[in-house]
């Protein structure tokens, strides 16, 4: 079983988000959930949709950690080999590489950018 990572913008007048895509490693493993809460010190619901400008502080300081302080992370290493530091360490990159395009004025997609404060992200 895996994660759906998402990112969506809400619909204006309603409580509905709209998915506009998703990052490249989209479907980390449920078995990385334990490494996720403890490497960007956010107890996320699966699930739910976040605001963007909310929890990429927190996503990359996953970042951060996993890449700076590999062995403090090993300890959450999957035991049937689904889920390791790198595994965590590249969903987060491709997460925050996604959300970083889609807000980038200079992406190379030819639509306007988004703001962090409009893009909304679920797991």
């Not at 996720?36 to 927190?58: H, I, L, P």
């Not at 889920?83 to 639509?111: F, H, K, M």
């Amino acid at each position: 079983m895996s994660y759906d990572l998402r990112i969506g913008v809400k619909v204006e007048g309603t409580d509905i988000i709209a998915v506009i895509g998703q990052p490249e490693r989209s479907e980390p493993t449920y078995n990385l959930r334990d490494m996720f809460v403890a490497c960007m010190d956010w107890d996320y619901t699966q699930g739910e949709w976040y605001r963007v400008s909310n929890v990429y502080d927190k996503i990359c300081r996953g970042i951060a950690e996993l890449s700076g302080y590999p062995a403090r992370y090993k300890k959450y290493n999957s035991p049937n080999g689904w889920g390791t530091v790198s595994s965590a360490l590249e969903a987060l990159t491709s997460l925050r590489d996604y959300i970083d395009q889609t807000t980038d004025p200079d992406n190379c997609w030819g639509w306007n950018t988004i703001p962090k404060e409009h893009l909304w992200v679920a797991w």
